[in-house]
């Protein structure tokens, strides 16, 4: 499970480097690995697989969501933050609010969950 389902980071300096978290939980009775990517739905597609948040638009590039670990490890009933680097370049600009990722999370078997990332600039 992933808990908050939506992480919003208010305030968010251009070019300056900022930090949230969320966190992944196992509730299954295995271990499992988890891959987290930072992910955008596709523009170019009719039907998007996930819908963006009103008075948001993507981010332009992957990068400006990162995750430190990429690659998670739980034992049965285990709990870890997950830690995402946020870098948004000097210079963007974006709509009414601000700018909205996705951070995608992959058990090796099962249905993956993500975490919708709100990014509201400081101006």
Do not use: M
């Amino acid at each position: 499970g992933l808990v908050p389902s939506a992480v919003k980071i208010e305030k968010v300096i251009l070019g300056k480097n900022k930090k949230a978290s969320f966190r992944i939980y196992n509730n299954d009775s295995a271990i499992h690995t988890y891959k987290v990517i930072s992910y955008i739905p596709k523009k170019s597609s009719a039907r998007q697989d996930i819908s963006i948040t009103a008075g948001y638009e993507w981010i332009k590039k992957t990068r400006w969501v990162r995750p430190v670990k990429r690659k998670i490890k739980l034992k049965p009933g285990e709990t870890k933050d997950i830690i995402l680097n946020i870098l948004i370049p000097k210079g963007s600009e974006c709509s009414d609010e601000g700018w909205e990722s996705i951070v995608l999370v992959k058990p090796d078997e099962g249905l993956e969950g993500f975490v919708r990332v709100l990014i509201e600039p400081s101006e």
